[in-house]
């Protein structure tokens, strides 16, 4: 039904000057769930795979387990968790199961002791067949993979690791703790499994925010598979396409073909806007209005048994010959 999500559009100039060449033009897409979707709450389904290596020895490693801890006090009982831990080696602390054993599993995280070298790949070979473990209707599968080091050899099977992680629906959130991790791979993996850049936790003591942070953000999925679609007429076509919110990352060539932009959102969030800025080349046109572009937004809803609801918006553009209409700019855009 309609009313789940809106769909809002910004240019950078609503008035375009008539001129004898071609012209950029800037569009801004907003997509957000509405005020509708404030109570849905979907099961999450979490792997918290965790480095337990020597060099987490002491307040990283300790922060760490309180941070684990706390998470798994925000749990339903209809939500499922497990623990793994890697060095050198993999060990599964807390088999996925449903969070009703608090005491439990607490207790079972303050027996973590740290130990070995760092093979990142066999603790996410570990946490993907825990996520893998059951059929959890509607579930939001997310992996924290949390590190303070450099993995040994192993860089591209991570890398494979998160590809197949999101052939199987799940995203993988990096977090790296401390100085020494490699940026590039967790961001690498974290891109590639459909999930975030890799976040850096700089001092020990922050981990509580930042483990309370992702949690938090598996609790706002509202919307899931949301994919924006920019359909273009003759004359028009795309440059590059940015996401603008909520980090910036330039989406590359890969989304981009001659009359269209197709861009994965995946979930999208309460009260947390998905924003792309789209950059456009339209061929001279003569005075009058122009649609430069059909924007679409596909999504489902599976709590409520929607799939491949859309969302449809036209964005034209004024051209005129008049300089003193075209020469506001829409700051909110071009900043």
């Not at 799939?307 to 918006?313: A, K, N, V």
């Amino acid at each position: 039904m309609p009313g789940e999500v809106t769909l809002a559009h910004q240019l950078g100039k609503d008035f375009m000057p008539v001129t004898g060449g071609s012209q950029v033009a800037y569009v801004l897409l907003e997509a957000q769930p509405t005020e509708m979707m404030a109570q849905v709450r979907m099961p999450l389904n979490f792997a918290l795979v965790l480095d337990h290596s020597g060099s987490m020895k002491g307040a990283k490693l300790r922060n760490v387990k309180e941070a684990v801890k706390q998470v798994i006090d925000r749990l339903e009982p209809t939500d499922y968790v497990s623990v793994v831990i890697f060095d050198d080696t993999s060990q599964v602390v807390i088999p996925s199961m449903p969070a009703n054993d608090p005491i439990g599993m607490k207790n079972a995280i303050d027996q973590i002791r740290d130990a070995g070298g760092t093979t990142m790949s066999l603790g996410m070979i570990q946490g993907l067949n825990e996520l893998r473990r059951w059929n959890i209707p509607h579930a939001i599968n997310r992996m924290i993979l949390l590190t303070d080091g450099v993995t040994y050899g192993d860089s591209d099977r991570c890398r494979q690791l998160a590809r197949d992680a999101t052939a199987n629906g799940i995203a993988i959130y990096p977090l790296g703790i401390g100085a020494d991790w490699d940026e590039d791979l967790l961001d690498a993996v974290g891109q590639l499994s459909g999930g975030m850049p890799a976040e850096f936790i700089r001092d020990p003591s922050d981990a509580l925010t930042i483990f309370q942070q992702q949690i938090q953000s598996a609790v706002d999925v509202a919307i899931r598979n949301a994919t924006l679609i920019l359909r273009l007429p003759a004359g028009v076509s795309p440059k590059k396409a940015v996401k603008v919110l909520p980090i910036i990352s330039d989406l590359g060539q890969s989304v981009l073909s001659d009359r269209q932009v197709i861009i994965p959102l995946g979930d999208l969030e309460k009260d947390k806007p998905q924003s792309v800025l789209i950059e456009l080349m339209i061929d001279p046109r003569p005075a009058g209005l122009f649609r430069i572009a059909q924007t679409e937004l596909t999504y489902d809803v599976p709590i409520t048994g929607l799939t491949g609801e859309s969302l449809r918006d036209d964005i034209k553009v004024t051209f005129t010959s008049d300089a003193a209409q075209s020469a506001p700019v829409n700051a909110t855009v071009m900043n």
